[in-house]
């Protein structure tokens, strides 16, 4: 089973929107809405901030937010700030029984 | 606090064995599935199988089948992760991360990570 596919990199001003994609396919993240997304700061443990395409934990702020079309889902970042530079990924069930991760995105705080 | 504990930093020689323990407090052991999650350095997540601390076959990636064997134990509420015929490529940190819903995808939290370094 191949990764999902994500951008190497995205970066952004403080205040502005970015946008990381998270590509798979019709046995994955087209066929299930059990994505989810990942915050990883340097030489620490991954964080989740959104599950089930657009759901938000608990704790989370409200600037992050997910969505899906088709074999695409989507993590938006509104109101950039600096504490957003860390590396993001997403995961997705499969028609396997199996999870696959995206290979990750850094994101740059202008 | 829900919180998973691991156990600490292993250096081992290709072709040995390791043992990762992941304790897990503040919430009932049984209900909840944990996986085992892996990120070589510089490198992104990788998931390595899934397992039920009640019982049960794990469900295993297939790139780690034969190699890895998912064990839990319901008194001290710990879980285990064994990986054998360790190569360089194994150098990772390999995290423990609870289940929370019933599509596999829902980690949180996670264990803080072990190191494990595979060098001659």
């Known amino acids: 089973q191949s990764a999902l596919t994500q951008p190497a990199s995205v970066s952004g001003s403080p205040g502005q929107s970015i946008t990381i994609s998270c590509t798979g396919t019709?046995?994955?993240?087209?066929?299930?809405?059990?994505v989810s997304w990942y915050q990883q700061h340097p030489d620490k443990a991954p964080k989740l901030i959104i599950y089930?395409?657009?759901y938000r934990p608990s704790g989370v702020s409200n600037r992050f937010s997910g969505s899906k079309s088709g074999n695409t889902a989507s993590l938006t970042i509104s109101g950039l700030q600096a504490e957003d530079e860390a590396d993001y990924y997403c995961n997705s069930y499969t028609s396997s029984s199996v999870v696959i991760f995206g290979g990750g995105t850094k994101l740059t705080v202008l | 606090q829900v919180q998973l504990v691991q156990s600490g930093a292993e250096v081992k020689k290709p072709g040995a064995s390791v043992k990762v323990s992941c304790k897990a407090s503040g919430y009932t052991f049984t209900r909840h599935y944990i996986h085992w999650v892996r990120q070589a350095p510089g490198q992104g997540l990788e998931w390595m199988g899934i397992m039920n601390p009640s019982g049960g076959s794990p469900n295993y990636a297939q790139k780690f089948q034969g190699r890895v064997r998912m064990t839990g134990d319901t008194s001290t509420t710990t879980v285990y992760m064994e990986l054998s015929s360790l190569r360089s490529e194994d150098t990772a940190v390999y995290y423990c991360?609870?289940?929370?819903?019933?599509?596999?995808?829902?980690?949180?939290?996670w264990g803080q990570g072990t190191l494990v370094t595979v060098s001659s």
């Open positions: 019709s046995s994955d993240v087209g066929n299930y809405n059990y």
């Open positions: 089930d395409v657009s």
């Open positions: 991360a609870r289940e929370n819903s019933s599509g596999w995808t829902r980690f949180d939290p």
